[in-house]
């Protein structure tokens, strides 16, 4: 695209009292050659109508100096065939200068992010969609349970052909084992007839879906679009299994005959099955398995006949009238233990959450039920029974027979005769307390078939399974609170017992938001646009191979695995697995990687375009990278609560951290810039981060580069990360300013100049 | 083995509170927002909310031997701030009434007296009794005016006399004073089993006990006195209006019981010698006067206790009880027919005078003979539980000097 470039300045919203607008327009057709325009309020249908002038007259690039780009979007939308660019005066200089402010410093700001705009606006190209050559929308929804069912219902129902894969030999999971359901409507007091039945029925009379039962997935391979799914029968190996991963090194290991190939026997990740079926994206419903819960000795599971776990109690009140495992007498009195106890004291068991408290109350029910006179005890330290479900509790806590007790349980004892002693203390009736039983039933939690197992099987280079479950113990989820459903795979959405411990209700939720996702996901990849969080972005990571190095750092570091290897050993882009987050461009030590509107060029030229005074040692200059997701929106707020920020400083907001270039470092300091703080997202085990690893990856990065530095003779200070949250607005300016103190405490850069 | 109590809730003991007026007990979750804002409540036992879990659980042997339990007066305070709407006090109303069940001598009469079904009974038995002594007597008929002016309801039970007793006298004694003696054995019996469950509870193996003048003195009499001023139930929150009900009700029972006593000794003492005394008191002796006051506050203090009752059921939502009702049916009935007896019988209606009086004499046979199993029972259960109250803080239960010091 030959660029006709025009910027235009804001003189509203206090921009035009606090700068000499003249002056700042002068920079930009002087230093910068781009004509430029000002108006008092560009956002207005005046100020637009003058920009659209310009653009009938040629103009297709635009440089706006205003507010911030997170505000007036679709204001500054010229198009699709456009460039439109903004330089943030009002937040990042005029809202944030403070009231003492000296009207030179926040001159320089102003003039500082012009030149970095007009120059992104000269490196910024527009971005083609991606297209895959074909695509397939078929659904693959993993597992047959209330989760697997209903989304493959809601799913179909939207008009996508959907495969179910169930493991077992019939469709309905855990809950055609259940002799009733929790309350999922109005008035939330009453069990409920199992509905799984219904629910199996629509979907075996359903058009749109195919189902497979007593049938595991062997292998996905491919990408979202067009996925290449392998059968196989349950139980069964195959040499379609998917393959372990195998690292640089430890192929270097195998090659050398050193160390056994995992893989042995099983066909290349990369190699693709012609029996295999395509599918679009998947659903992962596939449940959850209870706890073991026979650890406990003081309890007695295992050993003792009539302690069970509530899911061995459900099978048994499924199947008529309870009665004791030991002899078959109809029983009396239950206690249902919900946490264990004896030194665990306030903890529960393993897993349990809401969901193993409702049951017990339900169990409860079940007790009564079946005998009016019989008494069931809940024992708990948790009694979890959020939302609607608090009117369940109130029915429950309101039978006759059914007690209830925070407690801590220190055994349980077989008195003989098959009847049980429950023993406990720190009890509400404040006393310890004694307790005769028929049985004893322990809260064993849902546990996610992704704990143990990579259930998903992927062939993809970084291995079968959803990476760092450990964060998450073990459930399949990649962000809990900002992205629901989606996991560390693009393309494939979790629902249900393997993403949450979830009630029926909570499933149904569930299903039906990661059936939107599968959808969501096809329809992207069909557009060409990325799918999430980045949700219609049009640009993908482009490399010039020729220059690569098969380091494989991109292939590493991806968050979420978009790259394998080809035949040469070459990263093998899969467009429709990437996430747009630009991890792989920073990793890049080859800087090959980059997107048609951000990349090393582009941002390495906004750096060199700030102008560095070498001859004042009070005119400091400081980079900060901003991640553009939750930084960069704290360092508006703040500016909106007119906090004043340091003005030495310069803001350049980046897609996350990961995309980072260390070349962005060596480009501020050496053009004699003193220091550079990146501001990202926490990283950790509560994580922030939209891309999972990016500013955990900067942290590493910027500990390397730490090192450079030292042998350079510049002090390691000089270059930091914080982690900063998107409500931290009243805390950033201190943050930047604490970092600003240490580099004034530090100095002037010693290469200042040359 | 663990150490521990032993539980077992008692299912049938949940039932019965919940159809007394405790049928929001399960509800509380032991937030003790009660225990907050009760006047009885202290550090070491929340009260209410300890009491709460107990009836929850179905530990009536915890409750029944609780004086806690007696010494709440149903302020309401607790049933306003609970956030859960478990009523505390009307579950605390339900406990004593299962507690007067409980200790009630004998036991079948007290389980009939606690269960509304069986009021056509309770009611039938003094008919039956009065009435047939009515037939029995010859005095089965209705009286002239000018007869009923001079002897007034003198010749109820006939005007046959005894050298030394109204014939009339004789038969009044006749019918009270067992069902009076009967009561008060019975209350006694009660009160007895209640103070051996609650010693049994707080000092079961004390070698100590107060002498008799030390229990009157020192525990019985200041709380007597204490009952005398209301000095508690001043201290309520929510139904601060009660007091105004139920002391001129206390007030004109004790005057009434003075005018009784009166009407006893000048009748069936010192009528045996000046038969001159037997007929009615005139309306111009004092104690004639103190009765005729008497009779207003207690017409008076009943309206009030019956409104703020009604309105406690309407706005608090408590529960529309036999245990409640029946006594103020019973007091109510004894006030409006003693006092309109009187009235009829000096407009000259000796119909309607008997009518009235007849009702009269088996309403105060209620009242009494049943006081021991109805909510009256409190009277003396929790007189006795004030008593009880200082004898646990005293010395005896809380030795000051123990072995270590």
Known sequence: ?754 | MAEGVRVEPDLNFIKFLKKAGGDSMKKCFQCATCSVVCPLSSDNKPFPRKEMIWAQWGLKDKLVADPDIMLCHQCGDCTAYCPRGAKPGDVLGAIRAYAYTHYGFPSGLAKLASNGRNLPILILLPVIIIGLLWLISGGAHIPDAETMRTVGFGHFFGHWEFPWLAKNVAFIDAIFLPAVAFSVFAAYKGVKSMWDAMVEQVAPESDFRPSARQFLVDYLYPSVVEILTHKRFNECGANKDRVKGHLPLLLSFIALFAVTNYGFIRKDIIGIFNPAMHGPIPLYDPFKILANVAAVALLVGMAIIWANRSRLEEEQGAGRTFYDWFLIGEIVTVGVTGFGAEIVRLLGIPSLAYFLYFIHLVSVFMLFFYMPYTKFAHMVYRTFAMAFERFRDSNFVNPAVTDDE
Request: charged share 25%; with cysteine.
């Open chain 1, 1 to 754: 695209m030959d660029k006709n470039i025009r910027a235009y300045i804001c003189t509203g919203c206090g921009i035009g009292e606090a700068l000499d607008i003249e002056a700042l327009s002068e920079v930009v057709s002087g230093e910068m050659s781009t004509e430029c325009k000002t108006h008092e309020a560009l956002c207005s249908a005046a100020g637009r109508a003058m920009i659209d002038g310009d653009i009938n007259e040629g103009v297709n690039t635009v440089v706006i100096g205003a507010c911030s780009p997170r505000v007036m979007q679709d204001e500054f939308n010229f198009g699709d065939d456009k460039i439109s660019v903004r330089a943030n005066l009002r937040e990042n200089v005029v809202w944030c200068a403070g009231e003492d402010a000296d009207a030179e410093y926040v001159q320089e700001q102003a003039a500082d992010y012009m030149r970095m705009a007009c120059t992104q606006a000269d490196k910024t190209e527009l971005p083609e969609a991606f297209q895959l050559e074909s695509i397939n929308k078929r659904i693959l929804v993993m597992g047959g349970g209330i989760a697997g069912l209903t989304a493959a219902l809601e799913a179909a129902d939207a008009g996508y052909e959907v495969e179910i894969v169930e493991k077992s030999d019939a469709l309905g999971g855990k809950a055609v084992n259940w002799r009733k359901q929790l309350p999922t409507r109005a008035p939330w007091n009453d069990l409920e007839e199992p509905s799984i039945g219904d629910l199996i029925k629509q979907v075996e009379s359903h058009s749109n879906i195919v189902v497979k039962t007593g049938t595991e997935v062997a292998r996905i391979s491919g990408e979202p679009g067009e996925y290449l799914a392998t059968f196989k029968a349950s139980g069964t190996k195959s040499e379609w299994d998917a393959p372990a991963k195998v690292g640089v090194d430890e192929q270097d290991l195998i090659d050398k005959g050193e160390m056994e190939d995992p893989n042995a026997g099983l066909q290349h990740y990369m190699a693709a099955n012609e029996a295999g079926e395509k599918f679009g994206s998947v659903v992962l419903a596939t449940g959850w398995i209870p706890a073991d819960v026979s650890g406990y000795e003081h309890l007695g599971h295992g050993k003792i006949a009539n302690v069970v776990t509530n899911a061995q109690f459900e099978a048994m009140a499924s199947k008529g009238k309870i009665t004791r495992p030991s002899d078959g007498k109809p029983v009396e009195s239950v206690a249902f233990i919900q946490s264990p106890g004896g030194e665990e004291d306030d903890k529960d068991f393993p897993y349990c959450n809401s969901v193993t408290s409702l049951v017990a109350l339900k169990q409860a029910m079940f007790v009564r039920e079946d005998n009016p006179e019989a008494k069931a005890y809940v024992l708990y330290q948790h009694m979890r029974t959020p939302g609607q479900m608090e009117l369940f509790y109130k029915t429950a806590q309101n039978d006759d027979g059914i007690f209830l007790t925070k407690a801590t349980v220190t055994g349980v004892e077989d008195k003989g005769d098959g009847s049980l002693m429950v023993a406990a203390r720190n009890t509400l009736l404040n006393e310890d307390l004694l307790l005769d039983v028929d049985m004893v039933v322990l809260a064993a939690g849902m546990v996610p078939t992704t704990h143990d197992e990579a259930t998903i099987n992927l062939a993809y280079r970084q291995g079968p399974a959803f990476l760092d479950l450990e964060l998450f113990d073990g459930y399949a989820d990649s962000n809990f609170i900002c992205f629901p459903y989606e996991t560390r795979r693009t393309g494939v959405y979790a629902c249900g017992g393997v993403r949450k411990a979830t009630t029926m209700e909570e499933t149904v939720d569930d299903a039906t938001g990661a059936a939107l996702k599968a959808i969501q996901c096809i329809e992207s990849v069909d557009r060409g646009v990325a799918v999430h969080p980045r949700s219609g972005d049009k640009t993908y990571p482009e490399f010039f191979f020729q220059r690569c190095t098969q380091c494989k750092r991109c292939t590493e570091e991806c968050p979420f695995g978009a790259l394998d290897d080809d035949e040469k050993g070459t990263p093998k882009p899969n467009y429709t697995r990437c996430r747009r987050c630009g991890t792989c461009m920073g990793a890049c030590p080859e800087r090959i990687i980059g997107f048609k509107d951000y990349n090393v060029d582009m941002i390495g030229s906004m750096i060199k375009a700030i102008e560095v005074p070498d001859d004042d040692d009070d005119k400091l200059r400081i980079l900060a990278l901003v991640c553009e997701n939750d930084a960069y929106p704290a360092l508006d707020m703040a500016a909106m609560r007119r906090h004043k920020l340091n003005n030495l400083v310069r803001f350049i907001s980046v897609r996350c951290l990961g995309s980072v270039n260390m070349v962005w470092i060596k480009d501020a300091l050496s053009s004699g810039m003193d220091g550079v703080v990146l501001l990202g997202c926490k990283f950790g085990d509560d994580y922030q981060c939209h891309f999972v690893k990016g500013s955990e990856l900067a942290d590493r990065r910027m500990e390397n580069i730490g090192e450079t530095l030292g042998s350079l003779g510049l002090e390691p200070e000089r270059v930091a990360v914080r982690q900063v949250a998107i409500t931290d607005y009243d805390t950033i300016p201190e943050v930047i300013n604490e970092f600003v103190e240490e580099i004034i405490e530090l100095g002037p850069n010693p290469f200042k100049g040359f």
